[in-house]
């Protein structure tokens, strides 16, 4: 039911649709809480909710399933506040176990007396900073996109639980402390992106064990120190880290101090030296084009005249303290 223009809240009546494996209401005009009560369909893998008006807090209260099941969820582009879920993020053993190794690919379908056929058709995301469309979802496929809300707090450590998680999206909120070491367990990462938050620290360096990181977006925050070198970290670019006024090493042009891992202050040294002696000349210029200038026009126009005369006075008694000495 994505991209259309249904108004109103979702119908509670969702809820009894126990086999429900999809629901796609993104793009839309929805305006209601985030329903818990799906939370109960122990079938659903698929929940986008993307791009609507849902409002509120993200919390589990009363529910017993929490979709165990639940592969991807979207749910970015709307005005979802308080804390990340840490709850759901415990119960998503589908994303925790995964679907371990296969000799081939399998897409998400379902059997009838009709024969075998995909219902996770035409689906988008946004993956790796593009809005990519697919004609079938791999059951490996999975996605939390919690973007462009209002979610504020910690990134819960819980996620590093989440080994098969492919993308993870938290950009464009309030996020606020370390980014977890426990995400560096999130082996089978390709893309992540925790830009435009207030997330302060280090880049943990466990961020080296993503083996498949192909896009790290960390800009716009207020993280600091050495950026982690090697593997991975080697193939990513200044777009990665740009708004972070505090990081340094490659490959930013800003080199750190030894080995304490802060940027180097010498730039900045030689700056506001060159600043400051600069200004001192100034004024030691400006001060002598003004005094020649002055002194100029006062002896030749001979105004003001009580200057020259006390000049004049001064100039003869110190004629005479001289003339006297001589003697």
Known sequence: MSNNQIEGSLPRSLGNCKELKLLDVGNNYLND??????GNLDQLQVLILRSNRF???VVSSGVTVSFTRLRLIDISHNNFSGYLPMKYFENLHAIKEGNGKKDKPEYMTDGSALGVWNYAINISFIIKGLKTEFEEL???WTVID????QFYGEI????GELHSLIVLNLSHNCLTGHIPSSLGDISELESLDLSSNKLHGRIPTELKNLGFLAVLNLSQNNLVGLIPQGKQFDTFTN???IGNLGLCGFPLSKSCDNEKGTPAKFDRD???GMSWKFSILM???CGLVLGLSTGYIVFATGRPRWFIRTYERVRQRFAKRVKKRSR
């Open 270 to 272: 030689d700056d506001d």
């Open 239 to 241: 777009d990665s880290y």
């Open 146 to 149: 919690f973007s462009s809300n």
């Open 55 to 57: 409002y509120g807090e």
């Open 156 to 159: 819960p450590k819980a996620l």
């Open 138 to 140: 791999l059951t490996i």
């Open 33 to 38: 809480t985030f329903p818990n009560w799906l």
């Open 283 to 285: 004024g030691y210029g």
